[in-house]
T-cell receptor
Framework: NAGVTQTPKFRILKIGQSMTLQCTQD?????MYWYRQDPGMGLKLIYY???????DKGEVPNGYNVSRSTTEDFPLRLELAAPSQTSVYFC?????????????FGPGTRLLVL | AQSVTQPDIHITVSEGASLELRCNYS??????LFWYVQSPGQGLQLLLK??????LVQGIKGFEAEFKRSQSSFNLRKPSVHWSDAAEYFC????????????FGSGTRLSIRP
C-alpha cells in the first residue's frame, strides 16, 4: 500500500492564481481531511469528508474548496491565491471517525504564494 | 475548551543521551492522547497513543510516554536517541468537540548533536 499520497510536493503561485492540491489514499478509508501547518503552529483543519459526496468545513475553510467524488481522492482547490495561504498542506485519512482514531498522513505539499 | 501545549519549541540533545518531550493537555474527561512524529519531508506518523489502562505506553522506534492525570501531562521519552530521531514531534488530544476529532499541539523540533 502506498498509503496517502499528495501531489505536488512543492509549488510557487502568484497572487490571484488558482491550483488544485491532489490527495489519494489506497486504504479504503471513508474519512479524509485537509490540514494546513503554519510555522510554529499546530495543524489546522481546512475541510474534511466522511465519504464520497460528503464534505464539511473545518476550522479555516475560507479561500478553499473541496470535492469528494470517489473514496480514494480528496482534492483541495485554492481559488485566488493569497500570501496568507503560504503554508504546508497535509492530507490525512482514517478508517473510522472519532477522537480515538489514528489518522494517516501524506507527505505534504509546500505552497509559496508570492 | 480542549487544548494541547508543548512548551518547548526546539530541543537539542546529544546522540545517545536520553530525551523527554513535554506535553500538557486541557480536557474535561479521560483524554485520548497521541504522539506523532514528522520526519523531514514526510507526513506525520503515529508513534503511540493512550486511551485507558496502563499509564505507561510503549510506541514504535523505542519511544514511550507516560500519562499523568494529576499533572495533565503526557510526556514522551526515549532512553537513548539516535541521529535518525531528529524530527518534529506533535502531541495531540482526541476530542468530540473538534470537527477533525483531534487537536494538535504546536510541535517540538528535536535536533541531535553528533
Amino acid at each position: 500500500n502506498a498509503g496517502v499520497t499528495q501531489t505536488p510536493k512543492f509549488r510557487i503561485l502568484k497572487i490571484g492564481q488558482s491550483m488544485t492540491l491532489q490527495c489519494t489514499q489506497d486504504m479504503n478509508h471513508n474519512y479524509m481531511y485537509w490540514y494546513r501547518q503554519d510555522p510554529g503552529m499546530g495543524l489546522k483543519l481546512i475541510y474534511y469528508s466522511v465519504g464520497a459526496g460528503i464534505t464539511d468545513k473545518g476550522e479555516v475553510p475560507n479561500g478553499y474548496n473541496v470535492s469528494r467524488s470517489t473514496t480514494e481522492d480528496f482534492p483541495l482547490r485554492l481559488e485566488l491565491a493569497a500570501p496568507s495561504q503560504t503554508s504546508v498542506y497535509f492530507c490525512a485519512s482514517s478508517l473510522e471517525f472519532g477522537p480515538q482514531e489514528t489518522q494517516y498522513f501524506g507527505p505534504g505539499t509546500r505552497l509559496l504564494v508570492l | 475548551a480542549q487544548s494541547v501545549t508543548q512548551p518547548d519549541i526546539h530541543i537539542t540533545v546529544s546522540e545517545g543521551a536520553s530525551l523527554e518531550l513535554r506535553c500538557n493537555y486541557s480536557y474535561g474527561a479521560t483524554p485520548y492522547l497521541f504522539w506523532y512524529v514528522q520526519s523531514p519531508g514526510q507526513g506525520l506518523q503515529l508513534l503511540l497513543k493512550y486511551f485507558s489502562g496502563d499509564t505507561l505506553v510503549q510506541g514504535i522506534k523505542g519511544f514511550e510516554a507516560e500519562f499523568k492525570r494529576s499533572q495533565s501531562s503526557f510526556n514522551l521519552r526515549k532512553p537513548s536517541v539516535h541521529w535518525s530521531d531528529a524530527a518534529e514531534y506533535f502531541c495531540a488530544v482526541g476530542t468530540y468537540s473538534s470537527a477533525s476529532k483531534i487537536i494538535f499541539g504546536s510541535g517540538t523540533r528535536l535536533s541531535i548533536r553528533p
